[in-house]
């Protein structure tokens, strides 16, 4: 993704070709760029050989999930409409963990009905429902425990899960009390410990802190897991500023671990794998003067893409044509739904819009098409995917009569 002479690319396609065929808003993601974050996952932990389950939360489409399935990722889900959706990617049952403080009887029957790889479990009752159902169904359940690690991720609060607050896992107290109970079951088979700290994470200290965690727990336990399941949450450089999370040092401390602790890993990376191979394409609706800045109205907004209101993420924006001419004012842009929330950035030294030019949302792949809704009865976009220079695409926008 970049510019040739003025105009932005995307894997040698032209954002304004893309724009005159499908109209905007669009979403378009790169499998070229799909396919080279997966690689250079596999090469940074290759000395360790991790179990890789895409986190299908971070994007659902089921045209993507075939690709990345064909990669040889497994999938990591947070709901059955999500092991639904993996497995009719043809993601097998084998390479799917069932994560999640909230499953239903009725999503954990499925699950065991599926002979999924894994369900990793949050609290004592969720242990009990899925005993109760392995005995009704005469059946011993592979099962992980999610351990809260009380470590803080030194990312946004509200996308941190690793802290004593947050909801998910258990503490350590309740951690090795449920170990003894599982061993004891005749239904349940421990398989895994499960940690995962956040989101977002650019600074190797917060995982070296949680390996730290994890070996004490593991040693107080004496009990030897099959699987440690380490979770995702490595980070990306949304602002084109940030160092980027040196996932070879991160293999690094994995490796000390496992010298002490004789286990298989698992990674759930989602944003890590799919969040810079994606762009939002949005057309210039109005150009409002304002007191102190103006307000670029676009036909994309926080129904399409929810980061920056629900959290006030930062994505960067940029033209889809240069033209050079720099002005001074500040440009807010901004969507066009009813809530003050609904702004993306506010950006000074922009270069001169007009109405109808296109603007790019970059980074987008994670999160965004998955977070998006139906909020003031505005049809989600279309998604297209870039295959062998080839415009494909892979999920129709929504027809408006339709919906409503």
Known sequence: ??????????????????????????????????????????????????????????????????????????????????????????????????????????????????????????????????????????????????????????????????????????????????????????????????????????????YEKMLRVLDRIIKKNNFHFEYIDLGGGMGIDYENNQKNLSLKKYCSSVKKFLKIHNSKIIFEPGRSIIGNAGILISKIIYIKKGYKKDFVIMDAGMNDLMRPALYNAKHRIIPASKNNKKIKKIYEFVGPICESTDKFSSIKNFQKLDENDLIIICDVGAYGMSLSSNYNLRPKPIEIMIKNSKAIVINKRQDLKELI
Do not use: W
């Open 1 to 206: 993704m970049n510019y040739k002479s003025k105009d932005f690319l995307i894997d040698g396609i032209k954002v304004k070709e893309l724009a005159k065929r499908y109209k905007t808003p669009i979403y378009c993601y790169s499998l070229r760029k799909i396919k080279e974050n997966i690689k250079k996952f596999k090469n940074s932990f290759n000395s360790i050989s991790p179990i890789i389950c895409f986190a299908v939360k971070s994007n659902s489409n089921q045209n993507l999930l075939k690709e990345i399935g064909k990669l040889g990722l497994g999938a990591d889900v947070v709901s059955v409409g999500e092991l639904m959706k993996a497995l009719k990617s043809g993601i097998k049952p084998n390479k799917i963990v069932f994560s999640g403080v909230g499953k239903t009887s009725q999503e954990i029957s499925f699950a065991i009905k599926k002979k999924i790889f894994l369900i990793n479990t949050e609290s004592e009752s969720e242990i009990l429902a899925i005993e109760k159902i392995a005995k009704k169904n005469k059946k011993k359940i592979n099962i992980g425990i999610r351990l809260n690690p009380n470590t803080d991720a030194k990312t946004l609060s509200q996308i941190s899960t690793g802290k004593k607050e947050n909801k998910f896992g258990v503490s350590e107290k309740d951690f090795v009390n449920l170990v003894k109970y599982v061993n004891n079951s005749k239904s349940l088979n421990l398989k895994c410990i499960s940690t995962h700290i956040g989101s977002q994470i650019l600074d190797i200290k917060p």
